[in-house]
């Protein structure tokens, strides 16, 4: 069964608004998960890590006024897209260790398709 | 930057063996070979890892060259289902899960 749960799956919003993604690790306790973005025919980006307690550490080009990122509990991290406009719209998907430390594999949310009118 | 290389797209056959090569003439000798899959419109999924051995599961085996400049995915037996893009990462082991995709091989099953 799934590992991370991932919440919305997709959500439409108008261009000015804010939307909140949710990222939860099921069964186990996660201080770092990843959040990654992918347009449509492309590999997916990294965009940043999310440490449980601590800020989160953003990639190179990634704005970190806007995509805000909350990692407030050991099971969940949440994505805000401030301020949405067309050219966010994208596929997000969250990332984390699959609960054994470095000796698990990486495990993915089903992602969370943003369109943004 | 991705580390490794991959043909952009493969077909094959269903019920025969997937090979889907991957280069990564850079790797240090501290980083692992890492393979996952993307159905589409799905988050990824970890298929099989490596540092020199050759690794098999239930999903798959992995075969690293000798200098480990390469790797070889082998699905045993294509389903329809494995049709998808299938990324070949390598990473530290102890990154945390910090994984740099690159842009992968789009695997189509044909019956």
């Known amino acids: 069964g799934a590992v991370v749960s991932q919440h919305p799956s997709w959500v439409i919003c108008k261009s000015g608004t804010s939307v909140k993604i949710e990222c939860r690790s099921l069964?186990?306790?996660?201080?770092?998960m990843f959040w990654y973005r992918q347009f449509p025919k492309q590999s997916l980006m990294l965009m940043a890590t999310?440490?449980?307690?601590?800020?989160?550490?953003?990639e190179q080009g990634v704005e970190k006024d806007k995509f805000l990122i909350n990692h407030a509990s050991l099971t969940l991290s949440t994505l805000t897209v401030t301020s949405a406009h067309p050219e966010d719209s994208s596929f997000y998907i969250c990332s984390s260790l699959g609960g054994f430390g470095y000796n698990s594999p990486l495990h993915f949310g089903n992602g969370t398709r943003l369109t943004v009118t | 930057d991705a580390k490794t290389t991959q043909p952009p797209s493969m077909d094959c056959a269903e019920g025969r063996a997937a090979n889907l090569p991957c280069n990564h003439s850079t790797i240090s000798g501290n980083e692992y070979v890492y393979w996952y899959r993307q159905i589409h419109s799905q988050g990824p999924q970890y298929i099989i890892h490596g540092l020199k051995n050759n690794e098999t599961n239930e999903m798959a085996s992995l075969i690293i060259t000798e200098d480990r400049k390469s790797s070889t995915l082998i699905l045993p037996h294509a389903t329809l289902r494995d049709t998808a893009v299938y990324y070949c990462?390598?990473?530290?082991?102890?990154?945390?899960?910090?994984?740099?995709f690159g842009q992968g091989t789009e695997l189509s099953v044909k019956p």
């Open positions: 999310s440490n449980e307690g601590s800020k989160a550490t953003y």
């Open positions: 990462i390598v990473a530290l082991y102890n990154q945390g899960g910090k994984l740099i």
């Open positions: 069964d186990f306790q996660a201080t770092t």
